[in-house]
């Protein structure tokens, strides 16, 4: 989980509806508004300023694998309801389509952390109606330090001297992890990939001026800004150094 941006203000389709109808504003109403080019544009909106990385857990959105994750559900009895229709309650995050059965393995495996099968689903359904005021929000990280790090067999963990530094309980991010299943076995074989491509990369690196542009070529957007995929992972790998980098305005990889 890396810090995003909050979108703002809304995307034209949703305040063209959000000015059309008022205050008798409906989640399923707008669904349909425009035949659904409001909500396709929502999710792109989304997208874009996330860089393509699903809002949890890193992975690349593709166009039918994402959805529009609410980040206080609009289940919750407080504030669900009146958020819904709030750009700034929501993320896009990954879509598991098609999804088989668990395998075996996932069945069988019970690190710490997973549920429901192995971490077979996707963040917005391992995330489901889960709400409580312990829960990261990705809006509200800040961009250093980071409060999670990936070690090279692709387990994240929380770093709790960071999140003190930062102002954040270490035990909140206990609970988002578990929550999203982050540990995963699936998250933690395409991290460990990410990984040892970074290891075989670098066998490439020979001189200081190499290294900082494969540094900002890794950590940064693409010409179509597009961040690679799993960047805390990138993150954790590059350590200090990337921090250099990552610290430099206008910080345009948040």
Known sequence: MKPIRE???????????????????????FRSHDSGNALDELRETLTLNQHGLCAYCESTLGPNRRQLEHVVPRSEPSHGEALELDVSNMVACCLRVGRAAPTPAERSDTDAGLNQGGGGESCGQAKADVWWNSFLDPRSLPPAPSLLAVHADGSIEVDERACKDAGFRPEDARCSIKTLNLNARRLRHARHSQWNNLVDLSANVTDETSMDTWIRTVLTPDERGQLQPFFTTSRSFFGRTGELVLAERPQNWI
């Open 7 to 29: 979108v703002t203000p809304p995307p034209q389709g949703l305040a063209d509806y959000l000015d059309l109808v008022g205050n008798q504003k409906y989640w399923d109403e």
